[in-house]
């Protein structure tokens, strides 16, 4: 089964910083983009950061400057590096790749991580 795990959510105070992980694992021939989303209760869920497999990056207009995100090839691994969190970052983190498996290209969800940060 492939399968995506995120980790590294938790509860900080605002200025604080978190490092959130995405592990994909399975049967993976390739992954072609990973990227981070979130949803807060009562919001759509939105981007927050995509990364290729060629290493480009594009960011929301709130996570540029704050966020990081980057890969890991080797480790089937995607992080975003959150610093200067804010209130409004407050959301459930989502990981997504768009991975080749059995010669298809489809996209996974992960279980999603909570994010918390108190004012």
């Known amino acids: 089964q492939v399968q995506l795990v995120e980790s590294g959510g938790g509860l900080v105070q605002a200025g604080g910083s978190l490092r959130l992980s995405c592990a994909a694992s399975?049967?993976?021939?390739?992954?072609?983009?990973m990227g981070w989303y979130r949803q807060a209760p009562g919001n759509q869920r939105e981007l927050v950061a995509v990364?290729?497999?060629?290493?480009?990056?594009n960011y929301a207009d709130s996570a540029k400057g704050r966020f990081t995100i980057s890969r890991d090839n080797a480790k089937n691994t995607v992080y975003l590096q959150m610093n200067s969190l804010k209130p409004e970052d407050t959301a459930v983190y989502y990981c997504k790749s768009v991975m080749t498996v059995n010669k298809y290209n489809y996209a996974y969800w992960g279980q999603g991580t909570q994010v918390t940060v108190s004012a």
């Open positions: 990364i290729t497999s060629g290493g480009s990056t």
């Open positions: 399975g049967s993976i021939f390739s992954i072609n983009v």
